[in-house]
């Protein structure tokens, strides 16, 4: 969920979670084997205006 409209997310790619369009959370659900490891894919794109920098927070 963007709150601020001068910072844009775009080109989001998340492997297997699920998407909550309200609040903008990813969510993934595994089972896992002792010992076992999973690599996750998350990317994106975010742009913003050079003096909205203090907007971003928690990246």
């Given at each position: 969920?963007?709150?601020n409209k001068s910072v844009s997310l775009d080109d989001a790619k998340?492997?297997?979670a699920k998407y909550n369009k309200e609040t903008g959370e990813l969510t993934w659900?595994?089972?896992f084997?002792?010992?076992?490891?999973k690599n996750l894919t998350l990317s994106f794109?975010?742009?913003y205006l050079k003096d909205k920098v203090d907007?971003?927070?928690g990246l």
């Open positions: 969920m963007i709150l998340y492997d297997g659900q595994f089972k084997n002792p010992s076992e490891n794109k975010l742009a907007d971003i927070i």
